[in-house]
């Protein structure tokens, strides 16, 4: 079965910049979605088509694409960014829906 | 308001089965790819199901064919998963997500394979 790859985790200090990779091969056929996932909480869709960003989500968060790899950018980090962050998207055929399994950011 | 809410969870044994709810308000739900997605404790997100705006086309991944079916009523607003011959790897919290519909700048729209808004969940445990 298809599967996306993320770092298990990546911890920035408060001001930096967060990137956050995800890896699939299926990538450059079917856009990626990100999504950010706090405590006890639904996960909050944050870049949609690669990057494109919701309204309501703030600027710094960012999307980009190259080939079998596709990157969230949190620039400006904030001690509120702290959350678990999901990629997501479909397999070859667009009909199968995948998960990355996800990346837990630490703001210092 | 743009609102989902999951209901149906609980405790179940082994074996046995569970129909989950998710009711959608602030919306046109009739017009809306739908999707259930779970996540087990501690760990991450698995898309299980989709669902086409009119019912006819579903789509489930591997794990759950045969067992689990997805259904929706768009008189009533309503998603539906059907789960039987449940296992302890289907413990997770359950939500309902609604399919993105992205418009361009001409005004036409395509279903994106993607979730803009979520349920808060309903837990289900499947124990003895």
């Known amino acids: 079965s298809y599967e996306l790859t993320q770092p298990p985790s990546v911890s920035v200090s408060p001001g930096q910049t967060a990137r956050i990779t995800c890896s699939g091969d299926a990538l450059p056929k079917q856009y990626a979605y990100w999504y950010q996932q706090k405590p006890g909480q639904a996960p909050v869709l944050v870049i949609y088509?690669?990057?494109e960003r919701p309204s309501g989500i703030p600027e710094r968060f960012s999307g980009s694409s190259s080939g079998t790899t596709v990157t969230l950018t949190i620039s400006g980090v904030q001690a509120e960014d702290e959350a678990d962050y999901y990629c997501?998207?479909?397999?070859?055929?667009?009909?199968?829906?995948?998960f990355g399994g996800g990346t837990k950011l630490t703001v210092l | 308001e743009v609102q989902l809410v999951e209901s149906g969870g609980g405790l179940v044994q082994p074996g046995g089965s569970l129909r989950l709810s998710c009711a959608a308000s602030?919306?046109?739900?009739?017009?809306?790819?739908m999707s259930w997605v779970r996540q087990a404790p501690g760990k991450g997100l698995e898309w299980v199901a989709n669902i086409k705006q009119d019912g006819s086309e579903k789509y489930y991944v591997d794990s759950v064919k045969g067992r689990f079916t997805i259904s929706r009523d768009n008189a009533k607003n309503s998603l539906y998963l059907q789960m039987n011959s449940l296992r302890a790897e289907d413990t997770a919290v359950y939500y309902c997500?609604?399919?993105?519909?992205?418009?361009?700048?001409?005004?036409?729209?395509?279903?994106?394979?993607?979730?803009?808004?979520w349920g808060q969940g309903t837990m289900v445990t499947v124990s003895s």
């Open positions: 602030g919306f046109t739900f009739s017009s809306y790819w």
């Open positions: 088509k690669d990057s």
């Open positions: 997500a609604r399919g993105l519909r992205y418009y361009d700048s001409s005004g036409y729209y395509y279903d994106l394979g993607a979730f803009d808004i």
């Open positions: 997501q998207s479909a397999d070859s055929s667009g009909t199968y829906k995948v």
